[in-house]
């Protein structure tokens, strides 16, 4: 199954009356603060209140009803909301991702963060509302048929799947809705990250398949999420090249050691393990050409694909953590969600900056899109134009 509602496309394109479409990426869920008898390091997502918060908003009072009754609000999530990778099996990080295993780190996610799934549910459950989850790379286990329908069955409001309320993208990349808005987590952008939607599971042996997940899925199961035990914040630095030259001279020790590991992981797997090499031996140039990027955010990835696309307007992606909106001269526009989760920024142009809860809000009026990033700070002043 690609998709549990057949009629999704056509959901948000009938009649005059303004239509919303929020995005939102990148909140990293896992199994909440205290998870297998202690306290979960590998819990990034810190803002249950304001999320449940931030769903009652954009489903009722003036994004309830309107004047020609209930308004359509489109909740799409744009991938990396549901964060596998971070979830620990007795402490330990298993590369060969069974469906079995996914439904357990699943039911992990939902036990730690009740009232989300709750919030979830009930945005699910009010007139002209509808979820749309579009794929990411931390949530490749979405692949797997019984994790689609536990998440729909969760999130629908009467327990259905298929649903006509809660839909699950994992066919394709991208997503366009009307006004020449398109939809991307990103990770496709970056060689390390790209999933293989064609092959997205892998059969070894007579063993149960396993996802055919990318070598960064990999790299932070084996790399990452073990050096968190020693520096808690090494997966929160962006961008983490700047982090290494600092950390040459002020943690070197630790920085070497990294910097050893990561090197070593990446040789071994990549020429002596034929499954996990990203993109094959052709995709080593541009593998190492993003990887020494120091200033990798998209932009000009996204740039191009505008040119590419003369039907797409805005183009909306994730993955990269760093909330972003530019308008270019011809009118066209690439916005970056941004994530939910505190991060340690070293780029100027966002320097100290720990957490923003920024999303995408596109308004369509008679087949016209307009669309800007925003960022949600409660209930008081529920949300304004991001600031830089």
Not at 151 to 170: A, F, H, K, M, N
Not at 339 to 348: A, E, G, P, R, V
Request: hydrophobic content about 40%; proline content about 5%.
């Amino acid at each position: 199954m690609t998709e549990s509602s057949p009629s999704a496309e056509g959901f948000f394109n009938r009649g005059t009356s303004d239509q919303f479409i929020i995005v939102i990426s990148d909140c990293h869920l896992s199994a909440g603060r205290f998870f297998e008898g202690r306290q979960n390091i590998h819990e990034d997502f810190h803002f249950d209140d304001e999320m449940s918060d931030f769903f009652d908003y954009f489903s009722t009072g003036a994004f309830g009803e309107g004047p020609q009754g209930p308004v359509e609000v489109e909740l799409f999530i744009n991938g990396d909301y549901l964060d596998f990778l971070n979830v620990p099996t007795d402490g330990e990080f298993e590369d060969s991702v069974t469906e079995s295993l996914s439904l357990a780190k699943l039911e992990a996610v939902i036990a730690g963060h009740p009232k989300v799934m709750a919030a979830l549910r009930r945005f699910a459950s009010r007139p002209k509302k509808k979820i749309t989850y579009l794929i990411g790379n931390h949530d490749a286990d979405l692949f797997f048929p019984k994790i689609q329908e536990r998440i729909v069955r969760e999130w629908d409001p009467d327990g259905q799947y298929p649903s006509e309320r809660v839909t699950l993208i994992v066919d394709r990349d991208r997503i366009q809705r009307a006004g020449g808005v398109e939809i991307h987590h990103g990770n496709q952008f970056e060689a390390i990250h790209v999933l293989d939607f064609k092959h997205p599971v892998v059969q070894e042996g007579a063993r149960e398949p396993v996802l055919n997940i990318p070598w960064g899925s990999l790299y932070v199961l084996k790399i990452l999420n073990r050096l968190k035990w020693e520096r808690e914040f090494i997966d929160k630095v962006r961008p983490i090249k700047v982090f290494m030259i600092f950390g040459f001279i002020l943690d070197p020790l630790f920085i070497i050691r990294f910097a050893a590991l990561s090197l070593f992981y990446f040789l071994k797997t990549f020429f002596l393990d034929d499954r996990r090499r990203p993109l094959g031996l052709k995709g080593l140039p541009k593998i190492v050409f993003q990887e020494f990027d120091f200033l990798l955010d998209l932009e000009r990835q996204a740039r191009k694909h505008l040119d590419q696309e003369s039907g797409v307007r805005t183009l909306i992606l994730g993955h990269t953590h760093k909330p972003m909106i530019k308008v270019y001269p011809d009118g066209k526009q690439y916005i970056n969600t941004g994530t939910w989760t505190k991060m340690i920024n070293l780029d100027w142009r966002n320097i100290g900056r720990q957490f923003c809860l920024s999303f995408a809000y596109v308004r369509i009026r008679n087949g016209e899109a307009s669309c800007e990033l925003r960022e949600w700070v409660g209930e008081q002043s529920p949300h304004r134009r991001f600031q830089f």
